[in-house]
């Protein structure tokens, strides 16, 4: 049956058959494309994303809107144009409605994501980090949509934790008033993105793909509508040494409050500052973190497809 909309989609016809047939399919955003990273990096990293998917069972579906059209899965062209174009607008779920209606190009945040993936029915989405409580939310109450998406649409994000860059325990805490579901995998510890350890227990410790699976067929069965983070985190050999991240961190905040960033700027002027001040090391370490989570969402979607 169609849905109001389905016009506004354009599904590659390779998702749209594995949507069909009950197969696995794995959303991928596009504002670490546009907005996360620098090109050439960030086409090499969606380019190896959509392979990392592939090779472990599932369909991949890079998610973003291209002249006010919702793309379920890119292109070739499309993907190397998403890295190299400089107007593409950041969009969130308040962005979304205007962007389509005015024919822009957009990158789609964990939230927008979350929800154009819900519209063409995929549930599972493999990201960076999602994004959280910013530090000293107190003051400027920056906190992130990512968080409010989570507790209302029903897809399930695979990540490397939360930021350092932002506060972890607040977050935390937001997401139980919110009631998702927040699993580290493999471990205690809530992972810190370009750390295993944000020093934070999770609420949920799962060790295998499929325990993910079916943790969410029985939230999903029971209506228990909304999404769950699991925080995969950066095997040791990629991860930044946490003195190191730390100060670069904390000098990225400086520079950010000096330069009076603020709103949907700060994120990626705060990953970009911290590349240059860790010369290329958060980098390396985020793209190695985004192919991990790209595999593990593959392997929870192939769990869940063969739920039944
Ligand atoms: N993960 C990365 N790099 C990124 C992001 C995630 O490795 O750039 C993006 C996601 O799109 C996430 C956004 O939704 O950062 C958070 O932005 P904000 O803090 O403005 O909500
Ligand atoms: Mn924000």
Redesign the pocket.
């Known amino acids: 049956m169609s849905k109001p909309w389905d016009k506004y989609l354009d599904v590659l016809p390779e998702v749209r058959q594995a949507l069909d047939q009950g197969k696995a399919v794995v959303a991928l955003?596009s504002?670490?494309i546009s907005?996360?990273m620098p090109y050439p990096d960030n086409l090499d990293c969606a380019a190896n994303c959509e392979k990392i998917v592939r090779d472990h069972g599932a369909v991949p579906a890079t998610i973003a809107i291209l002249e006010g059209r919702v793309k379920i899965g890119v292109t070739r062209t499309e993907l190397e144009y998403l890295a190299r174009a400089k107007n593409v607008v950041k969009c969130?779920r308040r962005d979304l409605a205007a962007v389509l209606a005015l024919g822009q190009d957009g990158a789609t945040?964990?939230?927008a994501t979350m929800i154009l993936a819900d519209r063409a029915g995929i549930r599972f989405f493999a990201?960076?980090?999602?994004?959280g409580v910013h530090r000293g939310a107190e003051n400027s109450m920056d906190i992130?949509?990512?968080l409010t998406e989570l507790q209302t649409t029903g897809v399930c994000v695979v990540s490397a934790g939360v930021k350092s860059i932002l506060d972890i325990g607040r977050t935390l805490e937001y997401l139980e008033t919110l009631g998702v579901p927040v699993v580290a995998f493999g471990q205690n510890r809530f992972p810190a993105f370009y750390t295993p350890d944000s020093g934070f227990d999770a609420p949920l410790r799962m060790d295998t793909a499929a325990a993910v699976a079916r943790m969410l067929k029985v939230k999903w069965d029971f209506a228990l509508h909304g999404g769950a983070v699991i925080g995969n985190p950066i095997s040791v050999e990629y991860a930044v040494p946490p003195e190191r991240i730390n100060v670069a961190i904390e000098e990225a905040l400086r520079r950010a409050d000096t330069n009076k960033i603020t709103g949907?700027e700060?994120?990626?002027f705060l990953?970009d500052t911290v590349k240059e001040l860790t010369g290329g090391e958060s980098l390396e370490a985020?793209k190695r973190l985004?192919y991990s989570n790209a595999a593990l969402a593959a392997d929870i979607a192939a769990a869940f497809a063969a739920l039944g």
């Open positions: 955003e504002t670490i907005h996360g969130s945040t964990v939230a990201t960076g980090g999602v994004g992130s949509a990512d949907k700060i994120t990626p990953l985020n985004v």
